[in-house]
């Protein structure tokens, strides 16, 4: 089974880096697999802001990046913003199992 | 791509859940369409995901409740969870997944609002 660690809950104040890291572990981890990133703000869909590990759907802002190595992925938002305040989850695929699997989202607070 | 899902809000406990997602500006033959849940406070749950090709994938913990089907004619699939109990009251996303081979394989690019079912007698 492959599980995705994220951290529960990150703080910054406007205008600051914030990195999010989500890291895979167990059997179902696949050498080849994808992280894709969404954000979620209260009562809303969660939309997509980062997929194939480090790429912008068209109209993300470039504040928002992504990047894998080995067994790791993070999202980095600069330039920190009020509206980043959110809720973001990674995604993957878990081999063994065949199932689409969801990091347990991290809580971003923008101070 | 526009989604949105429809069903009843309240199923008692035992019975079983039903949900229809509508989709707009899309065929049903391009994506493979799939239901993630959200329990309250909680984070996200892949139920499953249907295509034409390759049929349908339930999660693991579910599959022996879960069905899905796609109407191809209503542009529009469906969700059946049988046997609810409370541990089922989510709020219901049906979602996109990309099907192509590339590094947007996997994602699940468009989203329904999502629909708020209660398991509750």
């Known amino acids: 089974q492959s599980v995705l660690t994220q951290p529960p809950s990150m703080s910054g104040t406007p205008g600051q880096r914030v990195t999010i890291s989500c890291t895979e572990s167990?059997?179902?981890?696949?050498?080849?697999?994808?992280i894709h990133w969404y954000q979620q703000h209260p009562g809303a869909a969660p939309k997509l802001l980062i997929y194939g590990n480090d790429n912008r759907p068209s109209g993300i802002s470039d504040r928002f990046s992504g990047s894998k190595s080995g067994t790791s992925a993070s999202l980095t938002i600069t330039g920190l913003q009020s509206d980043d305040e959110a809720d973001y989850y990674c995604?993957?695929?878990?081999?063994?199992?065949?199932?689409?699997?969801f990091g347990g989202g991290t809580r971003l607070t923008v101070l | 791509v526009q989604l949105q899902e429809w069903g009843a809000g309240l199923v008692k406990p035992s019975e079983t859940l039903s949900l229809t997602c509508s989709v707009s500006g899309e065929s049903l033959n391009g994506y493979s369409w799939s239901w993630i849940r959200q329990s309250p406070g909680k984070g996200l749950e892949w139920i499953g995901d249907m295509n034409h090709s390759e049929g349908a994938n339930y999660s693991p913990s579910l599959k022996s409740r879960v069905t899905m089907s796609l109407d191809t004619s209503k542009n529009q699939f469906s969700l059946k969870v049988t046997s609810v109990t409370a541990a089922d009251t989510a709020v219901y996303f049906c979602a996109s997944r990309e099907v192509i081979m590339t590094a947007a394989w996997g994602m699940f690019a468009n989203w329904g609002p999502g629909s708020l079912v209660i398991v509750s007698s």
């Open positions: 167990g059997s179902g981890v696949g050498t080849n697999v994808y």
């Open positions: 995604q993957s695929y878990d081999i063994s199992f065949k199932a689409w699997v």
